[in-house]
C-alpha cells in the first residue's frame, strides 16, 4: 500500500524558516517524480514544485521561487521542501504527491497518491 | 502565465449528469487531470490524461478535452459524489509549471 506520511508542519513567524519532509513506503520511491502541492485554508489546490525520480528536474511556482527547496533522499525514500523567507501568504496545508508518470517533454503527468497534509501556518 | 477557469459552483439531482467545464487557451493541446476532494481529505485522482481512468474509479467518470474547453462528465451521479473538483494541466509554453483550476464545487440535490 502506497503511503506518504509529511511532518514538520506548524506556527512560524513572518521570514521564519521550515522544513517539511516527507516519508515514503510501499512503491519504489526512486523509481517516481514528487510534487509538493498546498492549499490555503478554504481555498483551492495550488502546485508548489516538483522533483523528478534523481533529481535532474526541478520545477517551483513563481510564488515561491527563491525561497523554497525541494529536495529527495532516496536511500531514506523521503522528499523535502525547505521553506524559507516564510510570508503569511504561505499558510497553508502541504501535501506531498506521487506523480504517476514523468512525461517525455521533461514534466510531470498527473499525481496519483496523496499524503494526508501538514499545515504551516505563518503568523505573528 | 496559464490560466484554467472552471465555474464555481454545479448542482444536479441524483441518477442525473453532472458536466464539470475547464477552459483554457488552446487546453486540447495538453493533457487535463481531474481531481476530487472530499471536505477534510487529500484529493484523489479521478481522470487523468484526458479522458482515462485509474483504476479503482468508476466508469461514471469521464472525461473530455478540445479546444479551449475539457469536461469532466459524471453519470448516474450519487450522493457520494458530491465534493469539490478540479482540474489540472502542465504549462510548459514559456517556464515549467503545474496549474490547477479554481475548482467546482459539485452540489448533489
Known amino acids: 500500500e502506497v503511503q506518504l506520511v509529511e511532518s514538520g508542519g506548524g506556527l512560524v513567524k513572518p521570514g521564519g524558516s521550515l522544513r517539511l519532509s516527507c516519508a515514503a513506503s510501499?512503491?519504489?520511491?526512486?523509481?517516481?517524480?514528487m510534487n509538493w502541492v498546498r492549499q490555503a485554508p478554504g481555498k483551492g489546490l495550488e502546485w508548489v514544485s516538483s522533483?523528478?525520480?534523481?533529481?535532474?528536474?526541478?520545477y517551483y511556482a513563481d510564488s515561491v521561487k527563491g525561497r523554497f527547496t525541494i529536495s529527495r533522499d532516496n536511500a531514506k525514500n523521503s522528499l523535502y521542501l525547505q521553506m524559507n523567507s516564510l510570508r503569511a501568504e504561505d499558510t497553508a496545508v502541504y501535501y506531498c504527491?506521487?506523480?504517476?508518470?514523468?512525461?517525455?517533454?521533461?514534466?510531470?503527468?498527473?499525481?496519483?497518491?496523496w499524503g494526508q497534509g501538514t499545515l504551516v501556518t505563518v503568523s505573528s | 502565465s496559464y490560466v484554467l477557469t472552471q465555474p464555481p459552483s454545479v448542482s444536479v439531482a441524483p441518477g442525473q449528469t453532472a458536466r464539470i467545464t475547464c477552459g483554457g487557451n488552446?487546453?486540447?493541446?495538453?493533457?487535463v487531470h481531474w481531481y476530487q476532494q472530499k471536505p477534510g481529505q487529500a484529493p484523489v485522482l479521478v481522470v487523468y490524461d484526458d479522458s482515462d481512468r485509474p483504476s479503482g474509479i468508476p466508469e461514471r467518470f469521464s472525461g473530455s478535452n478540445s479546444g479551449n474547453t475539457a469536461t469532466l462528465t459524471i453519470s448516474r451521479v450519487e450522493a457520494g459524489d458530491e465534493a469539490d473538483y478540479y482540474c489540472?494541466?502542465?504549462?510548459?509554453?514559456?517556464?515549467?509549471?503545474?496549474?490547477f483550476g479554481g475548482g467546482t464545487k459539485l452540489t448533489v440535490l
Open positions: 510501499g512503491f519504489t520511491f526512486s523509481s517516481y517524480s
Open positions: 489540472q494541466v502542465w504549462d510548459s509554453s514559456s517556464d515549467h509549471r503545474g496549474v
Open positions: 522533483i523528478s525520480s534523481s533529481s535532474s528536474y526541478i
Open positions: 488552446n487546453i486540447g493541446s495538453k493533457s
Open positions: 504527491a506521487r506523480v504517476r508518470e514523468w512525461y517525455s517533454g521533461s514534466y510531470p503527468g498527473p499525481t496519483d497518491y
